[in-house]
Every structure is written in structure tokens, then in C-alpha cells.
């Protein structure tokens, strides 16, 4: 920490950040109040030109240079949105019908995307639970 400070208008910006990245991740270990604190002291010592540099290399602003990586995160995202909306069209038809048993349960668990799509607008106009999850149900009548 006293060093991140100590060098947070250092002339080398890389080494700047290298030492407040370092004394960021050590902080993580303290409870969220000091942490929090830390960081802002961290912060608050950098340069104007470190911190944006400290920011951009923030996880969140990371852009994945290998196709490796670009892979497997596009993969963990369109699993996330798959079971985000799973889970959002399991509450939508347990609100509609009533808790769904164990095979509905496991037929929107697996269903794809564009699957789920089809169920949570087949869910507005159905009447019951297995016309909402029925492939191939007729359309309803806009």
C-alpha cells in the first residue's frame, strides 16, 4: 500500500500500475470496508494517466486476445443467457400455472435459446402448462 502510494506519480506509468495493481490485489484479503478504503487511497495516489491505465486493465474492460479465450468466453456467456432465461421462463410459468414437475423442469433446462424464446411468447396466450412448452404449438392469433 505505502508503496503504491509511494509511486503513484512515478515517471515509468507501467510501474505505477504494476505496484497499485499488486496492493489492490493484496487488499482483497481484508474485509470490504478496509478494501474499499485501500482502494480509494490506491486511487487517489495514482497519476491522472496511471489510473486510466489501472481502469483499462479493470477485468471488466479486458478484451481477450487469443482465440482460445474469445472462445470459451463466448461459450460461458451463451450458457449464462441460456440458464438466465431459463430460469426467468420457469418462474414466468410457475407463475402462470403453478410449480412445473420434473420433466418441464428438465425440458427448459435443455431447451436452446431460440427454444426458450418460443415458450415465454407461447406462456402469454396459452391455457395450460403443456401448450406453453410444446414445440410446434400453433400460433396464436395476433
Do not use: C, W
Not at 487511497?41 to 495514482?46: G, N, V, W, Y
Not at 425440458?107 to 412448452?133: F, K, V, Y
Amino acid at each position: 500500500m505505502l508503496s503504491a502510494i509511494a509511486h503513484g506519480h512515478d515517471v515509468n506509468i507501467d510501474k505505477s500500475v504494476q505496484i497499485a495493481f499488486a496492493a489492490q490485489f493484496a487488499s482483497l484479503g481484508l474485509d470490504v470496508d478496509r478494501s474499499k478504503m485501500y482502494f480509494d487511497f490506491i486511487m487517489a495516489s495514482l497519476s491522472e494517466a496511471a489510473r486510466g491505465k489501472f481502469e483499462n486493465m479493470q477485468p471488466a474492460n479486458y478484451v481477450y486476445q487469443s482465440d482460445f479465450a474469445k472462445r470459451y468466453v463466448a461459450q460461458g456467456e451463451a450458457l449464462g443467457e441460456a440458464k438466465g432465461r431459463a430460469d426467468l421462463v420457469l418462474r414466468q410459468l410457475t407463475l402462470r400455472f403453478g410449480p412445473p414437475g420434473d420433466a418441464v423442469q428438465r425440458q427448459i433446462a435443455q431447451a436452446s435459446i431460440s427454444e426458450l424464446n418460443d415458450i415465454g411468447e407461447r406462456l402469454l396466450t396459452a391455457s395450460t402448462i403443456q401448450e406453453a412448452i410444446e414445440r410446434g404449438s400453433p400460433e396464436q392469433p395476433g
